[in-house]
């Protein structure tokens, strides 16, 4: 069974600093992995899908790797402002259809 | 705004009520799929449709009902529910290779059950 782990759980920096959220998964058998933002109440953006054969890929100020050999995969998101204030989630795509989440990474970044 | 819409945002229902939530995605999609986020816990998929046929019921309590009329459309129908059930269900759709799917979520509706 597929277990999605996002550290930290929460995050704080000031206006400016890069961010790095984190997401392990267990299982390397998988089709694509999605990073999701999610506001308060609301439902999930999504940001930058990684198929199964990609390293990476970038859209804008966010680049996101996958290492499936160690079962990483790291989002980076540069010159953080206070719009990108958010929950991030990782979700991963395996058999079946099935998108097995991580808990998220709440962040707040500070002006 | 994704293209996947959900009604109604807040519903606010006693355990012996019946309700349903609805889903419609305008992106023509194949897929629609239900998922419930509580409180402290990550998101879990609940049921996924393909071409309006149930492929996937993540061992969810015979309470939840969910309907597929057709490829736009997905319900969610609630009875004689709990208080552990309040929650925000999330209706997603995709289409695409497995690989490059990207899913599209609708906002949520934002369920307390007294």
């Known amino acids: 069974k597929q277990e999605v782990t996002q550290i930290p759980a929460a995050l704080s920096v000031p206006e400016g600093e890069n961010l790095v959220l984190n997401c392990s998964f267990t299982?390397?058998?998988?089709?694509?992995l999605q990073w999701f933002r999610q506001d308060p109440g609301k439902g999930l953006t999504s940001l930058l899908l990684?198929?199964?054969?990609?390293r990476e890929q970038t859209s804008g100020r966010l680049n996101a790797s996958l290492d499936k050999s160690s079962g990483r995969s790291t989002l980076y998101i540069a010159a953080s402002q206070p719009g990108d204030s958010a929950t991030y989630l990782c979700?991963?795509?395996?058999?079946?259809?099935?998108?097995?989440f991580g808990g998220g990474t709440r962040v707040l970044v500070k002006p | 705004e994704t293209g996947v819409t959900q009604t109604p945002r807040h519903l606010v229902m006693g355990m012996t009520n019946k309700k349903s939530l609805k889903c419609e995605q305008h992106?023509?999609?194949?897929?629609m799929y239900w998922y419930k986020q509580s409180a402290k816990k990550p998101l879990e998929l609940m049921f996924v449709?393909?071409?309006?046929?149930?492929?996937e019921n993540n061992s969810v309590p015979s309470r939840f009902s969910p309907e597929c009329p057709n490829s736009s459309h997905l319900f969610l129908h609630l009875h004689t529910l709990q208080p552990e059930d309040s929650a925000l269900y999330l209706c997603?759709?995709?289409?695409?290779?497995?690989?490059?799917?990207?899913?599209?979520f609708g906002p949520g509706t934002r369920l307390l059950v007294l």
């Open positions: 997603a759709s995709s289409q695409g290779p497995r690989d490059q799917e990207t899913q599209y």
């Open positions: 299982d390397s058998a998988i089709y694509n």
């Open positions: 990684i198929q199964s054969s990609q």
């Open positions: 979700g991963l795509k395996a058999a079946g259809n099935k998108l097995t």
């Open positions: 992106l023509g999609h194949n897929a």
């Open positions: 449709y393909n071409f309006k046929e149930q492929t």
